[in-house]
């Protein structure tokens, strides 16, 4: 008799004398190697494998024997279908869960584990809304970790399961734009078509599954579902859905025992990677050295107990040494604000209301908005502007985007550096520093942040030099791509680390002094995470290797760094942000998405001109004082910026770079001819020069930014006077240009100007 028939028949003779002979029968039958390792709900007894001895609780509770605890097909009874899922688990099959018909569903679904895990819940569509149900239906979904397309599957009562892929669901909102399934945001809104009569009234279940890992990716979580009606209706009360409260999480277990060891297991057990050919491979790395030292990141943010121990049992540990890594990250007494799901930081409006402990929990998805334009009303509120002046301080943490930012998955490296590039990093300066960093720092000590900062700038730059030969400008394979980002999502994962643990970001002031905000970081790392400082080309290893997701990399990392730190008064050169140059990515980031960044581009010249002005020295300290080419309205009016603003009325537009050019020359003609004649740029060129011409400038130099102008400006609307009395004051500057010339220049495109 085979090992599945002697189940089967186990299955189907519970009320037979012949019952416990069987169960006899089956372990000379079935293997140890036949159990199936798993931490889903069929592993009755927790340790870790589904094998006959599941087989042998279940038949038990069927008996009345023990306690009916498992109810896996959801009808409160321990009967012969619960069985049958338990034998098909133990024959290497997925444990299939069907939750009792419910009032509610609690959020998240989480469906992590190994190949084949399902997650389902049941809902009920009202008797009322049957008309809505004709035709095609339609399924919503929202789910956070989807990374690739063969990742996860639905099944909806009784269909076949389908793919959640690009050809069976409609993203919704600018995910597309970003690229998709595993581009740029990580948690994405989308629609499926259901052929008729799938959704029924009264009873139904949808359920999920996780069909295998990339390697790196362990399951997805699920945020939100509905069905929606023939008239875009939500079928499914709101009042179905509850949040689970992590404020009720219980830990494995509270043994002093096992917290110790799950401490000692987080920072010292040997961890494997599983190999797609096969197989897993061992790696240097442990927990504590991708995550934060002592795993604040992981109840910071709210992993669920389930989540933790999927990825211990992920990296090759068994699922009791998950629950012990559980309880102990379980027993730490910190603030725990976040979710998975909420990128770090994302900035939203009333955000420094909040606690600095909860800051980089960020606003939460739903501070995202609809489109660049929607934060119009944002830049200015009740129609206002004067926030822009050069003397006022638009906030960028409360300041919302349209785009979400990386969550904490994002942060961490998929492959430490020590596993990339072995003894040449553990021995490098690079790793060194973040030790020297720690030990030099005192938790919550303004002074020892004031005497010990300047170790900040040292990682950055070790950091950078351990990259710099690494760093290839031509040809990347995958395992390239990733390591050399994954250098850096160390760094910033550590920095997160580092701020937390010794209250850093409430001190900024102890090291830019008082003209700072009251919360920031100390670093221009963010900057530098960007795929384009790092010069990785487009493809595999990096998203999901397309263009689209490589742009989303490219920029979002510098709107990061804006929200950390925008130079708190400090700002000196390119250092922390090289704000002319972030210019340049929008409109490769506009025009290569076809998603329109014009809020974006105005936010980075207001908060250049505010920053440079910060700083509180004019241009003639050249590169450590004020920068006059970080805030020229040029790029506002250049052909090559106009896809930036393809989505707002002309007449807004107008508006919108009239208001800035008013403040933008508020400021610059306060300071002299002379403080521009004396101070230099990056190259040692003069500001200007009486004797220089900008009609024969190219538009790199300052003069010849602001000669270009001119005529662009009025252009597009730009009141003429206002450009007039910007021409009086540059001939003050260039006295050796015809500024009256320039006056009377125009435009037949903004590619074209008789001035040029």
């Known amino acids: 008799m085979s090992a599945y028939a002697a189940l089967l028949k186990v299955g189907l003779s519970f009320k037979t004398g012949k019952l416990i002979r069987q169960l006899g029968l089956l372990s000379a039958l079935i293997p140890s190697l036949l159990a199936q390792t798993s931490t889903a709900p069929c592993d009755l007894n927790g340790d870790g494998a589904v094998n006959i001895a599941d087989v042998q609780i279940a038949v038990n509770e069927v008996l009345g024997l023990s306690a009916c605890t498992m109810n896996l097909d959801g009808t409160g009874t321990c009967d012969v279908a619960d069985v049958q899922r338990v034998i098909t688990a133990a024959l290497g099959g997925a444990c299939v869960v069907t939750p009792p018909a419910s009032s509610t569903i609690t959020l998240p679904i989480e469906v992590m584990g190994p190949s084949g895990t399902t997650a389902s819940v049941s809902f009920s569509i009202a008797s009322a809304s049957a008309s809505l149900l004709g035709g095609t239906q339609t399924l919503s979904l929202q789910i956070h970790g989807l990374k690739y397309q063969t990742e996860s599957s639905v099944q909806v009562n009784n269909s076949g399961w389908i793919p959640i892929n690009s050809s069976n669901v409609t993203l919704q909102g600018l995910a597309n734009a970003y690229g998709g399934i595993g581009g740029g945001f990580h948690t994405l809104s989308m629609t499926m078509s259901l052929p008729a009569g799938t959704v029924v009234t009264g009873n139904n279940t949808v359920s999920f599954m996780f069909n295998g890992t990339d390697g790196v990716t362990s399951g997805f979580r699920v945020l939100a579902l509905n069905v929606l009606g023939s008239d875009g209706s939500s079928l499914v009360p709101a009042s179905t859905f509850v949040w689970d409260d992590p404020s009720n999480w219980q830990a494995p277990s509270t043994a002093a025992s096992d917290i110790a060891a799950g401490q000692t297991l987080y920072t010292t057990a040997a961890l494997t990677v599983p190999v797609l050919s096969g197989g897993t491979a061992a790696i240097q790395a442990h927990c504590s050295d991708c995550h934060a030292q002592d795993g604040r990141d992981l109840k910071y943010f709210n992993y669920s107990n389930n989540a933790i121990q999927v990825r211990s049992v992920f990296h090759g540990l068994t699922a009791q040494q998950g629950n012990q890594i559980t309880s102990y990250i379980r027993s730490l007494d910190y603030p725990n604000p976040g979710r998975p799901w909420n990128p770090p930081y994302q900035p939203g409006a009333g955000l420094d209301s909040q606690p600095v402990a909860d800051w980089a929990a960020g606003a939460g998805l739903s501070a995202v908005l609809s489109s660049d334009g929607a934060m119009q009303s944002y830049l200015e509120p009740s129609g206002s502007t004067a926030g822009w002046a050069a003397n006022q301080y638009l906030n960028p943490r409360e300041l919302p985007i349209a785009l979400q930012f990386p969550d904490w998955n994002s942060w961490l490296p998929t492959i430490h550096p020590m596993d990339a590039y072995g003894a040449s990093f553990t021995g490098s300066a690079a790793a060194s520093d973040y030790t020297l960093i720690r030990s030099a720092l005192q938790p919550n000590s303004a002074s020892a942040y004031q005497a010990n900062h300047l170790l900040f700038a040292q990682w950055d730059n070790d950091v950078g030099d351990f990259l710099g030969p690494l760093e290839s400008p031509t040809s990347w394979t995958a395992a390239e791509r990733q390591s050399v980002y994954a250098v850096m999502q160390w760094q910033m994962a550590k920095l997160w680390e580092v701020n937390q643990d010794f209250g850093l970001e409430g001190m900024p002031q102890a090291v830019f002094g008082s003209k700072a905000d009251l919360r920031g970081w100390d670093t221009n790392t963010p900057f530098y995470v960007s795929p384009n400082m790092l010069h990785i080309g487009v493809g595999p290893g990096l998203g999901n290797g397309t263009q689209a997701s490589w742009e989303y990399l490219a920029y979002i990392w510098y709107h990061l760094q804006l929200v950390l730190n925008d130079g708190q008064g400090a700002q000196s050169d390119h250092s922390p942000i090289d704000y002319d140059y972030v210019s340049g990515i929008l409109k490769d980031f506009s025009n290569d998405t076809g998603a329109p960044e014009a ?158």
């Open 599 to 756: 809020m974006l581009q105005l936010t980075f010249l207001i908060k250049a001109l505010q920053e440079e002005t910060l700083i509180g020295k004019g241009p003639e300290y050249g590169i450590t004082g004020f920068q006059p080419t970080e805030s020229v309205p040029l790029s506002l009016v250049d052909h090559d910026w106009q896809g930036l603003w393809s989505a707002t009325a002309p007449a807004t537009q107008t508006a919108l770079v009239q208001a800035y050019t008013q403040a933008w020359f508020t400021q610059i003609s306060s300071y002299t001819p002379a403080e521009f004649h004396a101070g230099t740029d990056g190259n040692g060129r003069p500001w200007a020069s009486t004797t220089e011409n900008p009609a024969l400038d190219d538009w790199t130099l300052f003069g010849g930014q602001v000669w270009a102008s001119l005529p662009r400006l009025r252009y597009i609307g730009v009141s003429p006077a206002l450009t007039y009395q910007i021409s009086a004051w540059a001939a003050t500057v260039w006295p050796a240009g015809n500024w009256t010339l320039n006056n009377t220049a125009t435009c037949s495109s903004l590619s074209t100007c008789t001035s040029d």
